[in-house]
């Protein structure tokens, strides 16, 4: 069992900035990848930002230079700090992780949605 516990989120006006953070839990062996996708209503989930093992981070073109992700792994944690904020990015946010349990499985799990909301 792997739980991912996201807390964050909520409304702010253009220009501002949030921060997320999710955490990993449970039977956890390794961790491959941590991020975050989007939806927005009537649009697909799509990547905003992840972080893989070694450091590599990938951004949507969308957010780069606004967007910042970030893993504390000895935690199991990983954070978006969200600056610049526009109404485009209104959206629910969903953490992914990649990773593999004690038992050898190697699956993706979700966290539950935060909903960001950028309005003045």
């Known amino acids: 069992q792997v739980q991912l516990v996201v807390s964050g989120g909520g409304l702010v006006q253009p220009g501002g900035s949030l921060r997320l953070s999710c955490a990993a839990s449970g039977n956890i062996f390794s961790i491959n990848a941590m991020g975050w996708y989007r939806q927005a209503p009537g649009k697909q989930r799509e990547l905003v930002a992840n972080?893989?093992?070694?450091?590599?981070?990938n951004y949507a073109d969308s957010v780069t230079g606004r967007f910042t992700i970030s893993r504390d792994n000895a935690k199991n944690t990983v954070y978006l700090q969200m600056n610049s904020l526009k109404p485009e990015d209104t959206a629910v946010y969903y953490c992914h992780a990649q990773l593999t349990t004690h038992g050898g499985i190697f699956a993706n799990y979700w966290g539950q949605g935060t909903q960001v909301t950028v309005s003045s």
């Open positions: 972080a893989v093992s070694g450091g590599r981070t």
